[in-house]
């Protein structure tokens, strides 16, 4: 497991309750003006709140995801260029630096 792996759990969480804060964003605002249970003022307190809560679960979501993103990127580019570097030199012999550039910077385009 990575140096990150406690974070990926943290991040489902995060998609998972997003989900469920706009779901119950949706049944308040079906209950302004329905509903004899809250007060028009209940509701829009509650949807503020809804609000609140949602832009600070996208942000950190949205953040995560950047770090982990970026730090497996960087991962990744490390052992590519790791293993590149301890390839025997028979494998370059043989092999055109054309050829070898070309699949080396297609993977990292791909990675990127």
Known sequence: M???GILTPILIILYVSSEELSIIFTKFIGKYGVSNDYTPKE???ALGYLTLAYAVNLYLKN???TFL???SSTSIHM???SA???TNVLYFD???SGRVLNKFSTD???VD
């Open 94 to 96: 043989r092999t055109p």
């Open 108 to 110: 990292l385009g791909i």
């Open 2 to 4: 990575s140096k990150y």
């Open 43 to 45: 509701v829009i307190d």
């Open 69 to 71: 993103l970026n730090s």
């Open 63 to 65: 953040i995560l995801l």
């Open 84 to 86: 590149l570097i301890r």
């Open 79 to 81: 052992k590519m260029i």
